[in-house]
C-alpha cells in the first residue's frame, strides 16, 4: 500500500517538458541518469502520431522514461482503435495500455481490463475525476460499480458556429427552439454560406439528437434494441426534419462527407455549423490552418418534445490497463502521469479539450462558449444518444442514415429499411 501511494504521489508531481513525437517509437532519446530497467510498455493509441494528443502523450511517454527507465513503446493507431484492439487481444498481441472512447472501453473491451478499482491507489484518484464522468462509468449497465478504464479529455456536444459568419449573417442571438433553427439556417444561407456540414461517421448524432429531442434517450435506446421504428411516430418524424434540412440546402452540398473533409469546410469558411463534440474546434483549426472565433449552444428543442438544453451528450476518450499486462504498476503509473496534474493540463490546452482532473480548472477559451451549459446538464446522453450502442445495427443504421441525407431514400424508406433490422 505505502508503495503504491508513494508511486501515485510522484505520479501527480512529475514535471517536464514537451517533445515530439514519430509514428512508432520508444522513447529512449530522453536524457536520464536512471539506469534502464529492461521494462518496455506497449502502447496503442487511438491517435495519429501529427496529432496534438500524440505529441503530449509522447512527452510523458519521455520523462516517463527518464524518470524510471521504464520504456514506453507507443503504436499510433489512429481511428481505426475501435475495430482494432479486440482482434488483436483476442489474437494474444501484447498490449499492455491502450485506449478508446470510454463507453466503448467499458461495454466492448471490459473483458480485456484490469479492474482498477481493486487497485491501491483508486480510493485517492476517483478525488481527481470529473463526478459526471466517475458516476456514468461507475454505473450499472457500464461497470457495475467498478471502474475499468481512465476517463480523459471529457467531452460534451453541441452545435459548433463561427461566429464571423453569423455576424456577416446579422444574426445576434443563438436558437434555442426548431423553428429559431431554421431561421437561423435561412440567414446563413441567404448570406452567401452553407449553414451546416457533416461527415459520414457522425450521422448518427444528428439522427440521435433529433430523436431524443422528441422522446429522450431510453425510449431512442428501446427503439433500437427492440426494433419499434415503425411504432414510434417521432422516429420517422426526426428523420422528416433531418431530411427537409438536406433538401432545403442547409447542409452543404458535399455534406455526408467522408472525415474530415466535412467539418474542414467551417475552417475554409464555406460552411458555419457543425454538431459534434468539444474536441472539433481544435481537430478543424488543426487541420485547416484556421483561427475561428468559436460559438456554442446546445441542440435545439423540438415542438412537443421531451428534452431540450439540459440533455447533451458527455463523455471522454480513456485509457486501459491490459489485464495480462506483465507489468500493472507500471502502467497504472503512466496512465496516472496522462490523467491528473501537469499532463492533463497540458492535454486540455494543446488539444482544446476539457481537463479531466477537476483541479484543472481552466477551459480553453476556443470551447469556454459550451461551460454555462454543461455546468446546467441535468440529463446525461450517452454518444450517439445510444444509437451506437448496439454494434451489430451501427454499419445498417449510419449506411441508411447517409442515403437519407443524400436523398437517396426518404423517410418511409428509412423506417421501413431500419424496421427489418432484426
Not at 460499480?145 to 449573417?169: D, H, M
Not at 422528441?214 to 417521432?234: M, R
Not at 456554442?296 to 439540459?310: I, L, Q, R, T
Amino acid at each position: 500500500m505505502k508503495r503504491s501511494l508513494v508511486a501515485l504521489v510522484c505520479v501527480l508531481a512529475m514535471v517536464a517538458m514537451i517533445t515530439g513525437c514519430s509514428k512508432k517509437e520508444e522513447n529512449a532519446t530522453a536524457t536520464s541518469n536512471v539506469p534502464d530497467t529492461g521494462i518496455t510498455l506497449t502502447y496503442w493509441s487511438m491517435w495519429n502520431s501529427t496529432e496534438n494528443q500524440a505529441k503530449v502523450i509522447q512527452a510523458a511517454a519521455d520523462e516517463y522514461y527518464a524518470e524510471t527507465g521504464i520504456k514506453v513503446n507507443i503504436e499510433w493507431k489512429g481511428r481505426d482503435m475501435k475495430t482494432l484492439i479486440g482482434v488483436a487481444m483476442d489474437a494474444g498481441e501484447n498490449i499492455d495500455i491502450f485506449e478508446d472512447d470510454y463507453m466503448r472501453m467499458i461495454q466492448n473491451n471490459q473483458k480485456y481490463l484490469l479492474n482498477l478499482s481493486e487497485q491501491p491507489f483508486y480510493a485517492e484518484y476517483s478525488s481527481h475525476v470529473m463526478p459526471i464522468i466517475l458516476q456514468t462509468a461507475l454505473s450499472e449497465g457500464w461497470g457495475n460499480g467498478s471502474l475499468w478504464c481512465f476517463p480523459y479529455q471529457p467531452y460534451t456536444t453541441g452545435v459548433w458556429y463561427n461566429k464571423a459568419l453569423f455576424e456577416k449573417a446579422g444574426i445576434t442571438s443563438v436558437p434555442q427552439t426548431w423553428d429559431e433553427f431554421l431561421a437561423v439556417c435561412q440567414k446563413l444561407r441567404d448570406s452567401g454560406v452553407n449553414p451546416l456540414t457533416c461527415n459520414s461517421d457522425t450521422v448518427t448524432l444528428l439522427y440521435g439528437y433529433q430523436l431524443a429531442r422528441y422522446i429522450g434517450q431510453d425510449a431512442v435506446t428501446d427503439c433500437l434494441n427492440n426494433v419499434k421504428w415503425a411504432e414510434i411516430p417521432e422516429a420517422k418524424k426526426a428523420a422528416e426534419d433531418l431530411y427537409g434540412l438536406f433538401k432545403a440546402g442547409y447542409f452543404s452540398p458535399y455534406a455526408p462527407a467522408n472525415y474530415p473533409d466535412g467539418q474542414n469546410e467551417i475552417g475554409f469558411d464555406e460552411s458555419c455549423m457543425i454538431l459534434n463534440a468539444s474536441w472539433i474546434p481544435n481537430e478543424i483549426n488543426q487541420g485547416t490552418g484556421a483561427s475561428i472565433d468559436w460559438g456554442f449552444f446546445p441542440w435545439p428543442s423540438v415542438p412537443g418534445g421531451v428534452d431540450g438544453a439540459e440533455a447533451a451528450m458527455v463523455g471522454a476518450q480513456s485509457i486501459g490497463i491490459s489485464a495480462k499486462t506483465k507489468y500493472p504498476q507500471e502502467a497504472i503509473n503512466f496512465a496516472l502521469k496522462l490523467v491528473t496534474g501537469k499532463y492533463d493540463l497540458q492535454m486540455a490546452q494543446q488539444t482544446i479539450t476539457i481537463p479531466a482532473d477537476v483541479n484543472n480548472t481552466d477551459w480553453p477559451a476556443a470551447i469556454s462558449g459550451a461551460r454555462p451549459y454543461f455546468d446546467k446538464m441535468t440529463k446525461k446522453y450517452d454518444w450517439a444518444v445510444g444509437l451506437e450502442i448496439n454494434p451489430s445495427y451501427t454499419a445498417i443504421l449510419n449506411e441508411n442514415l447517409v442515403k437519407l441525407f443524400k436523398m437517396e431514400i426518404d423517410p418511409d424508406q428509412f423506417i421501413t429499411a431500419l424496421s427489418q433490422m432484426r
